[in-house]
Each structure stands twice: as C-alpha cells, then as structure tokens.
C-alpha cells in the first residue's frame, strides 16, 4: 500500500478542477480582450446614458407631418398687383414634384451624398470630413446631413456646441423614423435660407433670377444649391467671384456622383449667370397696410397675419395710390416752402468735407438717384450766381431762382408773426459753405456727373389723402401722413378735425331734401348771437369780411358764404342737418349749435369724402371697403365681401346737390379744377386762422378727399386756404387717376325738371328778361310765380 501525504490529499482534493497555468504568451491577449471588453461595455453604456440625458428635453416631431413653416402674407390690390407682403421670412411653399430635378441633384451632390442611404446621422460622412479636415489642417468639411440641417433649422439653435450637435443627431434619428426622405428633403428645400431675405427655394429663385423654381436652369439651380453653406460669403452681390467658384464646386460634385457629365460642366460653368437687381422693398400703401395688418391680426391673431400665408385681395388701385402718394407730398413740399426757410439741417467743417470727397464716404458718396429726387447736400462755395453743392456723389449747382423761395425765412413757430420776408436776398444770405440742405435734382448730366439743384426741404406741416368708388365703397387711395417713418398716425381714418365750408353740402343737401331750391333767397348779412348763460357774443364773418346781400343758395354755396349758410342753417334746424349727416355717413358727434354752419365739428377725412360720395352715386350709400377676400394658405376662402349699399337719400336731392357743387368748380372756389376738364364737383374748407384747409370733390366714378395742417394745431399761414393748400394735391392726383378712371357724366334723375328764373327774385323770369338764367329743381318745388321787374337804383 503506498504511503499518501497530507500534503498530497490536499493537492488530490483540490485537483479535480485544476487547470494547467496558461502559456504566457496568451495571457496578454486575454487581459486586452477583458478590458476592450469591459471598455466598450462602458462606452456604450455611457452613450446610452449621454442619449438619455441629451433626449430628455428634446422637442417633439410627432406633429412633423403636419408642420407647416413660416409662411408670408400677401396683399394684392384691384388688379391683383402685389401691395405689400407681412412675414416674419419671405417663404412660399412649393411642393417637391414642382422642383427641378437638377436642384434635388444639386443639393443632394454638394449637401449630402448618401441622402438616401443613412438614417439621419452618416457615419461615413463624418469619418470622410474628419480626414478631410485633418489633411487640411483646416475645419473645411462640416458633417451634418440634410437631416440634421433640417433638425438644427427647425428645433435649434446655431450655436457651435458639443450639446447641440448630440442633439441635432439625436433628432434627425428621430425624424427619419417619423418622414420619408422625399417629405424630409422637400421640407428642407422649403425651410433653408438662401440669403437677402430669402427662405426655400422658390422665394430665392424669385430673388435671385426673378424666375419660378420650375423655370431654373442647369447653371442656375447650380448656383443655388451653393448658396446656403453660406449665404453672405456666395451672395453674387457682395461677393460675385466666390460665388462663382461655389457654383463650379457644385458642378463638379454633380459629376463625381453620376448626375452630369464632364462636358455638361464644362458648358454649364461657361454660361453667364443673370442676376435679379436687389432693390429695397417699395413701401407703396405703408398706411393702408398697417389698417389691414390691424384688421387682419384682429380676426386672425398675429400669427396668422405673419405666419399663415394669408393671401388677401384688397380695393387698392396700386396707380392711384402711387399718385396720391406723390401728389400729397409734392403738396406738402409747397405749402412748407410758402411758409418759409428753416435754416440748414446741420452744418459740415470744411476739413470733414474734403476727407468724405476724398474717401466718397457720408455725402461725398455716390448714390443713386433720378430727377425729382429730394437728397442731402453740402453747400461748397456761394457767390452770386448761386451755391456749388455735393449731393449723392454729384456735383452740382443752385442757381438764384433755385432757392428764391427761402428769401422768406421763418424765425419760430408762428406761421402768422415769425416770418421774415427779405425779397432782396441774395444766395450768400440763405446759405452758407458746410451747411448741409435738402436738394431736389432738376437736371441731371449723366456724362460728366454733374447736375442743376434747387433748394428743398422736408415739411413740417403734415396731410392725409383717401379716395374711393362711390359706387361701391371701395378704398382705392389711402394716405395718412407725409412720412410713414416719421408718423405712423392715420390721418386719413383716425384724426378728426374741423372741415370748415367743406361741411357745408350737407346743410344745403339738407335744405333740398326739405323743399328749398337753389334758387332760394338767403340775405348775406351781419348776425350776432347771444349767449347770455355763458356772456359770449358770436359775430360771423365772411372770408372776404364782406356782405353781399339777398343771394340765393347755389351762389352762397359756390362761394362759400358763411353769413347765408348760418342763417340757412337756423332756417331748416339743426336737429335736421344732424340726422341728415348721419345717414350719408357722418359719425362723430355734431355739436348742435349754429356753429355747425362753419364746419365747426370735427369729422374724419374718410366720413367726410364718402358722404360726398352719397351725392356722386345717385342718393346711394356704399360702405367704405377696403377688403374684397382673405383666404388662407391652402386656398380656402376665410371671407368673402360684396358692397354694402342703401338708399340714403333721393336720388333728385343727391343731384340738384352735385349739380351745386359744380358750380364750385365751374365759377366758386374751386374754380382751379376747371383744368381737369371732366364733370367734377366738390367744396373747398378752411377753417379759423387757417389751421386746417381741405378740398373734397368727385367725378361720378371716383370720389377723393384732401385735409393739410399741423397736428398741433396750428397756422398754416396768411391765406393758405382750402384752395390753395389743398386742392392742388386734388388737381394732380385727380389728373393722374383720370388716365385708368374712365369719363362720365352725372346722370339726371327724371323727375329733374328745368326752370328759367329770375336770378335775384329766385322766381319765373318774365318773358324777355336779359337776366333769366336756367335753373333745376326737383319736381313740384319749381317756383310758379313770376319775378316782377325790380326798380333800377336812382
């Protein structure tokens, strides 16, 4: 029997599960593994762990299929031009089938190559611009897919961060889950910004090539799909040689991944490139389009108005308005100057003025313009001939009559005590070397750059213009200032102010409706009131301070006579005008005192035109309108609206009235607009120490309404009236308007009837009578007596 150790029965014991040792050499290998292992155990773990933390305040896409990107609103006028545009981005939608497929090519090539290969995030990509960027030594290579340049557009910000990229992948994972890759690359093409302005394909192509995004060609879409990396740098406008090169990387990455070939790039990068010319957005209708964007944003919230793509067609005749605009600020510019030169607007240091002409910097620098442009200039030198000025880059002259206006020079606020007249003055007495002036380009020498200025300046005195179609209400003209920029304040609809005489049609409309004829007999002279409560005395005058006697109610209302009107006034109640007024439109409240013969109750400029526009269109009231249809932007109809017209007063009434105010024209106050040369009638207003002039007038088709004065109510100046600071502004749009507005006649109602009648009796006319003159009545109102022969004065 063999003896057995302890020792060995421990080793027995034990060496059931024993194990060779390893060869060495495996060892390592082993430990590796274990740790490659166990590292990437971690790693994934931790990726999970950074996935779970990043994704924890990720945005939802679950409403992606229904996202809708920021859309403009779009307003049109009568004949359907484009007025003006609300929007937060410039961006129109258009559906991926309606895009070239040169474009999808193109991005695809330069964008992302395996567009349709990945799941949001390239792999592949990021490793390719890894070692692009490491052989470079230059970060030239970005790694983003067109996913998660969609994901970073829609949910995140710009900012360059490890966070943000964690998320933007995490996010176009998403996406690709949620949108196929046709839905995910039309809403990129649809989302990006391609400069000026511009967001999604088809707003750039309108910017850049004025073209539909269906039109583009090989070399355009070419060019645009390079745009986007970087908007600024690949701009033709500001960099027209980079942008060019960017188009030719596009073109050779549509060659390397099978879209073109070698000889299409070649042709395609030989063609010239035709680019829009970017100009400012012309604010046409800036008043009327803020009226719409506060209608709008009240019936659809500002989201809609700025976000929702609203298209809506309006009343607005984009030629008319460009003619009010210009007639009111022509106007303006002329009052101002009848009232005299305020000085400079600033003053230069000589040494300033020669390093700005040097550099062409500040005014030294060329500008565009044409004549009739109002600029700033510098005066460089005076003599008796004239000032030497630089004004848009172009040197130029302001001979003597170009600044003979300012010989009359207004020292403070007062347009009726601070005014200085100095008829002697010569050009070295208005201006002086570095004063900086306002300067109107009469003639232009394109050649050698120079140019013949007057003297200008920017008025004060403020004025607003509206116009409509009588017929229907509609709004075709709307100016509510000067400057849009300067005041924002809607004269034209929200400022009410004293109309003066130009209240006095309704009166007399009145007057008809109750039986009176413009044949009637009123006594034009001196009445004083009493108002013992309150111990006032009130004395009317006329504007001529005279009297002129028994007068009848056409020649009272042709020329204005305040004396006749107060005393018809009194004659067929207060109480009566009142409600008249009310039903041709006007609003605000009357005061109801004898006051109201002289326009002494504030009305709105837009009241008072439309009631004018109850007498052009036959006794019939059209509300005034300013939209026609607003839909939304899938093309459903959100509203829809048609005239709103009523019968306000008969038709003979509304005639014998217009035919009145004829006469205004013809041989009353307003006898200027007799150049116009159509059937026009209309009032003249000015009320005391003419702080407020208007002119008020229409054709049968086209009723327009003027009003200048300072909003802090004050002078306009000595005998600047109704006829002189407002109707010109009436006689040049109303001369432009008549170009698209079509002639007519007012129609004559049948129960108008004819009467020759004795001017100064208003009765019969005897037979032979060297004075008859013939008069219209409504029917049954025709005098039947016939005048006797009044007695010759001694």
């Known amino acids: 029997m063999a003896y057995e150790s302890k020792h060995d029965k421990d080793e027995m ?170 839905e995910i690359l039309e809403l990129y093409l649809n989302q990006i910004y391609f400069g000026h302005g511009s967001y999604g394909v088809q707003s750039a192509a309108r910017t850049y090539f004025g073209k539909n995004v269906d039109q583009l060609n090989l070399a355009e879409v070419a060019y645009l799909a390079g745009v986007p990396r970087a908007p600024t740098e690949y701009s033709p406008y500001n960099n027209p040689e980079r942008a060019k090169q960017r188009q030719g990387i596009v073109l050779r990455r549509m060659v390397e991944e099978g879209f073109i070939t070698e000889d299409q790039f070649r042709n395609v990068y030989r063609q010239d490139l035709y680019f829009q010319k970017i100009e400012k957005e012309e604010e046409v209708a800036p008043y009327f389009l803020e009226y719409l964007r506060q209608y709008l944003s009240a019936a659809y919230g500002e989201d809609a108005v700025y976000k929702g793509g609203l298209t809506v067609y309006t009343t607005l005749n984009l030629a008319m308005q460009k003619a009010a605009t210009q007639a009111l600020k022509d106007g303006l510019r002329e009052v101002d100057k009848r009232q005299g030169y305020r000085g400079p607007v600033a003053h230069r240091n000589p040494k300033e003025l020669a390093h700005e002409e040097e550099t062409g910097i500040g005014l030294m620098g060329m500008v565009v313009v044409k004549e009739g442009d109002v600029v700033d200039g510098v005066v460089t030198a005076v003599d008796d001939k004239g000032a030497a000025v630089i004004a848009a880059g172009r040197t130029g002259r302001i001979p003597p009559e170009g600044m003979a206006w300012a010989r009359k020079r207004l020292k403070g606020p007062d347009l009726l005590k601070d005014v200085e007249l100095n008829s002697e003055a010569k050009p070295s007495d208005i201006l002086h070397v570095g004063d900086v002036v306002k300067v109107k380009l009469r003639r232009l020498d394109s050649r050698n750059k120079t140019a013949v200025f007057s003297l200008d300046q920017d008025p004060v005195v403020e004025g607003a213009f509206i116009a409509l179609d009588p017929r229907t209400g509609a709004i075709k003209a709307m100016v509510g200032g000067y400057d849009f920029k300067r005041s924002e304040f809607n004269r034209a609809l929200s400022a009410r102010r004293q109309p003066g005489s130009a209240f006095k049609p309704v009166i007399y409309a009145t007057a008809i409706e109750r039986g009176l004829t413009p044949a009637t007999i009123m006594v034009d002279s001196p009445i004083v009131f009493v108002d013992e409560e309150q111990q006032k005395v009130w004395r009317p005058e006329n504007y001529e301070s005279k009297f002129y006697g028994p007068i009848s109610l056409r020649e009272a209302l042709a020329h204005s006579r305040n004396l006749a009107t107060v005393k018809l006034l009194e004659r067929v109640g207060i109480k009566n005008v009142v409600e008249f007024a009310k039903r041709v439109g006007i609003n605000s409240p009357l005061t109801p005192d004898l006051s109201m013969a002289l326009g002494s109750s504030s009305v709105s400029l837009i009241e008072l035109t439309s009631s004018y526009g109850v007498f052009a269109n036959e006794g019939v009231r059209a509300e005034p309108m300013a939209v026609l249809s607003v839909a939304d932007s899938s093309g459903q109809v959100l509203e829809e609206h048609e005239p709103v017209a009523n019968e306000v007063i008969a038709k003979e009434t509304a005639y014998v009235i217009t035919n009145m105010m004829e006469d205004v024209i013809q041989r009353g106050t307003g006898w200027r607009a007799k150049v116009l040369n159509r059937p026009l009638a209309g009032k003249t207003g000015t009320t005391n120490d003419f702080t407020d002039a208007w002119f008020v007038g229409f054709a049968p088709n086209l009723a327009a309404g003027v009003w200048v004065g300072f909003d802090d109510v004050r002078s306009l100046g000595d005998r600047e009236a109704g006829a002189s600071a407002a109707l010109p502004i009436w006689i040049n749009f109303m001369r432009a308007a008549f170009e698209v507005v079509p002639e007519m006649t007012f129609p004559i109602p049948e129960n108008v009837v004819y009467a020759k009648i004795d001017p100064q009796t208003g009765q019969l006319a005897p037979d032979g009578a060297e004075n008859a003159a013939i008069e219209i009545f409504v029917k049954g109102t025709e005098p039947t007596k016939v005048s006797h022969p009044q007695p010759k004065p001694a």
Do not use: C
Not at 33 to 58: E, N, R, T
Not at 61 to 89: A, M, W
Not at 113 to 131: N, Q, T
Not at 133 to 151: D, F, M, V, Y
């Open 13 to 182: 014991s034990q060496g059931m599960d024993y194990r060779a040792p390893l060869d060495p050499k495996w060892s390592w290998k082993i430990k590796l593994l274990i740790v490659s292992a166990s590292l990437m155990i971690g790693g994934a773990v931790g990726l999970v762990g950074v996935f779970w933390y990043f994704s924890k305040d990720l945005p939802s896409i679950e409403s992606l299929r229904e996202y809708q990107p920021s859309l403009v609103t779009k307003i049109y006028g009568d004949d359907r031009q484009l007025v003006g545009q609300f929007y937060i981005e410039r961006r129109v939608l258009v559906p991926l089938a309606q895009m070239p497929s040169d474009l999808l090519h193109a991005i695809i090539a330069v964008e992302d190559s395996r567009f349709y290969e990945h799941k949001g995030v390239d792999p592949l990509g990021i490793l390719r611009a890894m070692l692009t960027n490491i052989e470079t030594l230059r970060l030239r290579q970005g790694a983003s897919t067109i996913t998660q340049q969609l994901a970073r557009s829609l949910f995140l910000s710009s900012e360059k961060s490890f966070k943000r990229k964690v998320k933007e992948a995490l996010l176009a994972w998403k996406m690709e889950k949620v949108l196929s890759k046709d």
